[in-house]
């Protein structure tokens, strides 16, 4: 089949990769060890600061979101230590599978793929570890498999509540320069980040944001550990160069993506990621489906997660749609496989893409022979008309 004009990739991840960014990474390679080099280093890793919200250390590894994950684990903790996880869906599952293939005794805080962290149960736990056993607090920001975003401050005080010493490590790889994230002010060690989200680049470059904790953990950790290895990373990241060959093309997009973000100001990003959320849900409602965060004050902005009805199979939905129009959605992973499709908007996204992302949705629907109450873009365009609200025009004119 020939198809015309562009895919619509509304998969969580990867997402559209910008024009400007396409063409800023479209140059020669140049020798990783030279000026040129030196100085691109050097204004990615002091950017990548603004993102994370930090003025720690942010290291940048040429991997998937996954290799970040190892590092965050390889580089603090010791073989047999015993940490705390949450189960608020496959990606907690998979970091948690992760921890135990590395020799790491994890307690898994149970959850039903419909809520996020459990901050008082995580106060709980660390308070009943009298002999403070439990090394690091290990959670996912924004659950990309469920469309559940945790609140990372009320896990914070949690910790704190319970005057516990353990890490505290979160994954930000669906949220990242979508959803407000804060690693400095909500007190987080390690941060794991990925590029192929909300920065808008492709996949490839993974992201450990540090506390001095988290360092100082890593001058004693006893894990094995070489391509990880972040003392090995800072010494080279001190003079703007990395300690093998870094993903040098990347890094060009990279630094495009880094300048687009200061252009728009992050709480504008933030914002724009709301209203998206807003107005996909709107149609959710509008079509009379139902979603699968059961928490408002949980929900996704870049990401919403749809249960199918009873007797509709969520891949054939997909396939259906795919094929007709030309759109990708993500699928229902792990024990949601067929039960959810997911609507990704995040990234290098507007109201016309989100507008045309929905009709992709409710043809598709159609087409599959699910029953719908109305027009879910009517309810969208409902939301979208609506001027962005005070409070987020009263951040654009701070930030101009
Ligand atoms: C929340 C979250 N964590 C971890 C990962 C794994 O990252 P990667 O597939 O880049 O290794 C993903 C991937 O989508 C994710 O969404």
Redesign the pocket.
């Known amino acids: 089949m020939t198809r015309r004009g562009r895919h619509f990739l509304q998969i969580?991840?990867p997402t559209n990769v910008p024009d400007r960014i396409l063409r800023a990474m479209d140059f020669p390679t140049i020798d990783h060890r030279g000026p040129d080099f030196q100085a691109l280093g050097r204004e990615v890793l002091e950017g990548c600061r603004t993102v994370f919200q930090t003025t720690g250390h942010v290291v940048i590894f040429p991997s998937?979101?996954?290799?970040a994950?190892e590092a965050a684990i390889v580089n603090t903790l010791n073989p047999g230590d015993r940490v705390l996880m949450a189960e608020t869906g496959h990606?907690a599952t998979?970091?948690r599978a992760m921890a135990q293939r590395l020799g790491l005794e994890v307690d898994f805080l149970a959850g039903d793929w419909r809520h996020g962290v459990d901050a008082e149960e995580v106060e709980r736990r660390l308070a009943e570890d009298r002999a403070q056993r439990f090394r690091a607090v290990m959670v996912?920001h924004?659950?990309?498999?469920t469309g559940v975003t945790s609140r990372i401050s009320g896990v914070r005080r949690a910790i704190d509540r319970a005057g516990h010493p353990a890490l505290f490590m979160v994954?930000t790889?669906?949220s990242l320069a979508s959803i407000d994230y804060r690693h400095d002010e909500w007190g987080v060690d390690v941060t794991?980040g990925?590029s192929?989200?909300g920065l808008m680049l492709p996949?490839g470059l993974?992201f450990n944001a540090l506390s001095d904790k988290a360092l100082a953990a890593s001058r004693s950790s006893r894990m094995s550990r070489s391509y990880w290895d972040w003392q090995e990373m800072l010494k080279a990241n001190a003079t703007g160069f990395f300690p093998y060959t870094p993903a040098t093309n990347l890094l060009y997009g990279l630094r495009e993506a880094l300048r687009m973000l200061q252009e728009e100001g992050l709480p504008n990003v933030f914002a724009r990621h709301a209203r998206f959320a807003h107005a996909t849900r709107a149609a959710v409602r509008g079509w009379g489906l139902e979603l699968l965060p059961l928490d408002p004050a949980e929900y996704s902005n870049s990401l919403t997660a749809v249960l199918m009805p009873e007797g509709h199979d969520a891949d054939r939905f997909r396939t259906l749609a795919l094929r007709g129009w030309d759109i990708s959605l993500g699928a229902g992973l792990g024990k949601l496989q067929g039960r959810i499709f997911r609507i990704g908007h995040l990234g290098d996204f507007n109201d016309l893409m989100l507008m045309g992302t929905l009709a992709g949705v409710e043809l598709g629907l159609r087409a599959a022979g699910v029953p719908i109450q109305a027009s879910g873009l009517a309810a969208a365009i409902e939301v979208l008309s609506q001027p962005p609200t005070a409070a987020a025009a009263e951040r654009r004119a701070a930030n101009s």
């Open positions: 969580p991840g998937s979101g996954t290799g994950w990606f998979l970091w996912v924004n659950e990309t498999s994954d790889i669906s794991v990925g192929q989200k996949p993974a």
